[in-house]
C-alpha cells in the first residue's frame, strides 16, 4: 500500500440506538474518528423498488490498519454518507479496504 495515495479525509461511524421519554427509538451516528483514505470509484448501478429507481454507487476506501473496525456502520465523504457491507485486511495487517454503497436518494 503506498500511503501517499492516502489524499483524502474521511469520517467514520457507527450506528447507535437511544430511547427518548416517550420510549421512542432514535437512531443516530457516532463519530469514530477522521482518518486518511484513498477513494475508488466502481461502477454504478440502478434497482428498482417499488416503482422507483435508485441510482446506487459502490465506493472502495482504503485506510490504514485499525483494530476493532467490525462497530463501524458507515463513512462519511464529500458529504455523503456510505453504507459499510464489507471490510476486508490488506496484507499483513497493512490496511483495511471498506467496500460501501451510496444511494442518490439518501435511504
Known amino acids: 500500500m503506498n500511503i501517499g495515495e492516502l489524499d483524502k479525509r ?6 447507535a440506538a437511544t430511547t427518548d421519554s416517550w420510549n ?3 437512531h443516530t451516528r457516532v463519530l469514530k474518528g477522521t482518518f486518511w483514505a484513498k477513494v ?9 423498488s417499488a416503482d422507483q429507481r435508485v441510482g446506487v454507487d459502490k465506493v472502495e476506501f482504503i485506510i ?17 454518507y456510505y453504507d459499510i457491507h464489507s471490510i476486508e485486511v490488506i496484507g499483513r495487517k497493512e490496511g483495511l479496504r471498506l467496500i460501501t454503497t451510496v444511494r ?4
Open 24 to 26: 421512542h427509538v432514535n
Open 64 to 80: 490504514r490498519h485499525l483494530d476493532g473496525m467490525d462497530k463501524v456502520s458507515s463513512v462519511q465523504y464529500a458529504a455523503d
Open 10 to 15: 474521511i469520517a467514520l461511524y457507527s450506528g
Open 40 to 48: 475508488i470509484y466502481k461502477s454504478g448501478t440502478e434497482k428498482q
Open 104 to 107: 442518490d436518494n439518501n435511504q
